[in-house]
């Protein structure tokens, strides 16, 4: 029961979000430009509130405070050292150095990202089904912004838009490759959970800080800066309504 909820919220935040990125292709680059700040700031929403309501509460029934901190902080410098690496890199604007890199780098990259992505899911649902169905929330939203930077870089790299698309699908299917992958290996290995639980929370956190609250303060102006605001505690309120206690 638990590998079905796997595999479908794994497809649904990988293959659903780049169906749900392809859509933007569709408006003028006038509505996209509209947009794409509204999914970024719910997604960093999303990403905290999984990582500060759902990982790290659960990672504390596991392991002591201590060693919690170090797990998460472990998992905000790997995550910094796979971006300086260029391993994997989340774009979101046209005018970032990574659009200069080739198409093909970029499906590497966003395939081994996917993978992580399945992972992370994974060891979510192993945990709890709530858990689970959060994670696969705030992965999906921080994944659409994402997948339509790729989406963009692709084109600019000479693809046409069928081909892009069907190349990212493609990339997002390593998502199951990482859930189905690591439901196998961790319910033969129970305690590697609670490291890959701290590694995920400290990735969600470095995104958020390191990579899409700085695309948010691009916009000074104040109505969009507190319609920001709005929807990042939207996105954390999301996450928190499904850790309530019934």
């Known amino acids: 029961m638990i590998l079905t909820y796997i595999l479908i919220f794994s497809i649904l935040g990988s293959i659903g979000s780049i169906l749900l990125a392809a859509l933007f292709l569709v408006f003028p680059d006038r509505i996209q430009k509209t947009l794409l700040p509204v999914v970024l700031s719910y997604a960093t929403g999303t990403l905290l509130g999984s990582a500060f309501f759902g990982l790290i509460p659960e990672l504390l029934h596991h ?78 939203m921080h994944e659409i912004p994402q997948e339509v930077g790729d989406f963009a870089i692709l084109l600019r790299s000479g693809y046409s838009s069928t081909k892009a698309f069907g190349l990212n699908l493609f990339s997002g299917l390593t998502a199951l490759v990482g859930a189905v992958g690591s439901y196998y290996f961790m319910t033969a290995a129970q305690q590697v959970i609670p490291l890959a639980m701290g590694l995920a929370a400290g990735s969600f956190i470095y995104i958020s800080l390191a990579d899409l609250i700085p695309d948010l303060h691009r916009t000074t102006r104040a109505l969009h800066s507190l319609g920001q605001f709005l929807l990042l505690l939207g996105g954390i309120g999301t996450i928190y309504a499904f850790h309530l206690k019934p």
Do not use: Y
Request: proline fraction near 3%.
């Open 63 to 140: 392991q002591t405070a201590t060693r919690m901190s170090a797990l998460v902080l472990s998992g905000i410098v790997f995550f910094f050292v796979l971006e300086k690496m260029v391993i994997w890199r989340h774009c979101h604007t046209e005018d970032c150095e990574e659009h200069q890199t080739s198409g093909p780098l970029i499906l590497i990259g966003d395939a081994f990202h996917n993978l992580i992505d399945g992972v992370v899911i994974t060891v979510a649902f192993l945990s709890s089904i709530p858990l689970g169905i959060a994670v696969a929330i705030s992965v999906a």
